[in-house]
């Protein structure tokens, strides 16, 4: 009886493990931090505001886990073990890709590494250029992991702090993501937003169920409480998310649907930002709050799924978003932050993603 004839999908696998097996041969290339920006479905350079309007902002690319991490030639790589995969039934719930689930908050430290919460997989993912792939901290203190970590900031020296809401303290990690001693232990209730003052040596914690703002010292000690339950300058009411930036402290008075900018080493209330309505502009559930270079603020507006951008004076200039998982489109987002090079990074939440803009400049005294 005569062998049976190999079928064409039989073929075509054997092709691909000997293509994959040449493949594997070669020197690996270096691997870059790729933000996919020329893969965004609509397949250009999507701008904001649109043409003909002067363009401020302009879409940059998204952050999701290892399909950031490139090598030249890469792209044919993935797509091949992509089918490799399919065909020879490669895939296995235990090798799944290391991805974002629930993105939360984020900073850029000194060294360019980018340092994502994400409550879901109860982690803090560190994108970096050259590295294999993302870093994936799990250990808060000790053998203890993260439950809920949400705020994120980075000191001088490279130490990285992250609050953790449910574990109700602020965990201190060396700059490899080894723990260290925790801080706030007793003394928080649920922190949630965290900016570090790595000039100073000193964090701000949001502690949200305290209703207050509390200034730690980067070795653990208690230095101030700023604000109480109110609805008064300088009072709040459930803040989420801090920033700092040249000298003031930036607060997302939440359930008082506004922002309030304060002297940190005094907590008197110097401004306010935003106002509740029904417009874009105003502000229902403010979440993640974030300063550039010009002084424009940016704060999540996460009821209605946008970014919204105001000068330093506080007034509105303009917003994009809206619910949706296309480009420029966000799903309930959480924090948001920028860096050196003025981009802006949103932590798109329910869509599993870091998604990263580039502020263009601004005209005269840094005005859009």
């Known amino acids: 009886?005569?062998?049976?004839?190999?079928?064409?999908?039989?073929?075509?696998?054997?092709?691909?493990?000997?293509?994959?097996?040449?493949?594997?041969?070669?020197?690996?290339?270096?691997?870059?931090?790729?933000?996919?920006?020329?893969?965004?479905?609509?397949?250009?350079?999507?701008?904001w505001p649109a043409p003909p309007e002067v363009p401020r902002y302009l879409y940059a690319g998204q952050l999701t886990g290892e399909a950031n991490f490139r090598s030249g030639g890469e792209t044919a790589k993935s797509a091949l073990?992509?089918?490799?995969?399919?065909?020879?039934?490669?895939?296995?719930?235990?090798?799944?890709?290391?991805?974002?689930?629930?993105?939360?908050?984020?900073?850029?430290?000194?060294?360019?590494?980018?340092?994502?919460?994400?409550?879901?997989?109860?982690?803090?993912?560190?994108?970096?250029d050259g590295a294999d792939g993302p870093q994936v901290w799990e250990r808060a203190h000790g053998a203890r992991r993260f439950v809920a970590p949400v705020g994120v900031g980075a000191g001088a020296d490279g130490t990285v702090f992250v609050a953790d809401a449910q574990l109700a303290l602020v965990a201190r990690l060396d700059a490899g993501g080894e723990p260290l001693a925790p801080i706030g232990s007793g003394m928080l209730?649920?922190?949630?937003?965290?900016?570090?003052?790595?000039?100073?040596?000193?964090?701000?914690?949001?502690?949200?169920?305290?209703?207050?703002?509390?200034?730690?010292?980067?070795?653990?000690?208690?230095l101030s409480v700023i604000g109480r339950r109110g609805e008064a300058p300088g009072e709040f009411n459930f803040p989420t998310h801090v920033a700092y930036a040249d000298g003031e402290l930036y607060v997302t008075d939440t359930l008082n649907h506004r922002v309030q900018v304060l002297d940190p080493d005094s907590g008197r209330a110097l401004r306010t930002i935003g106002e509740r309505g029904l417009y874009v502009g105003n502000l229902v559930r403010p979440k993640g709050i974030a300063v550039d270079s010009e002084k424009n603020v940016y704060v999540i507006e996460s009821y209605y799924d946008h970014l919204l951008?105001?000068?330093?004076?506080?007034?509105f200039l303009m917003g994009f978003g809206g619910a949706g998982a296309g480009?420029?489109?966000?799903?309930?987002?959480?924090?948001?932050?920028?860096?050196?090079?003025?981009?802006?990074?949103?932590?798109?939440?329910f869509n599993g993603r870091v998604a990263v803009y580039q502020f263009l400049g601004g005209g005269a005294d840094g005005e859009l």
Not at 21 to 40: F, I, K, N, S
Not at 327 to 349: E, K, Q
């Open 309 to 315: 951008v105001f000068d330093r004076k506080g007034r």
């Open 81 to 128: 073990r992509g089918l490799l995969e399919w065909v020879a039934g490669l895939a296995s719930e235990t090798a799944r890709p290391v991805t974002l689930q629930r993105p939360q908050s984020g900073t850029v430290d000194a060294r360019g590494r980018i340092l994502v919460s994400d409550v879901s997989r109860q982690a803090v993912f560190v994108f970096e």
């Open 1 to 47: 009886m005569s062998a049976r004839r190999p079928t064409a999908v039989a073929r075509l696998a054997a092709a691909m493990l000997a293509g994959a097996a040449l493949a594997g041969c070669a020197a690996p290339d270096p691997r870059v931090l790729h933000l996919g920006v020329d893969e965004a479905p609509e397949g250009r350079r999507m701008l």
């Open 189 to 222: 209730r649920r922190p949630s937003g965290l900016a570090a003052d790595a000039a100073n040596k000193r964090l701000f914690v949001a502690d949200t169920h305290a209703h207050d703002v509390k200034v730690f010292a980067e070795d653990g000690r208690l």
């Open 327 to 349: 480009t420029g489109r966000f799903y309930l987002p959480s924090g948001v932050w920028t860096d050196r090079l003025n981009r802006v990074f949103v932590a798109d939440t």
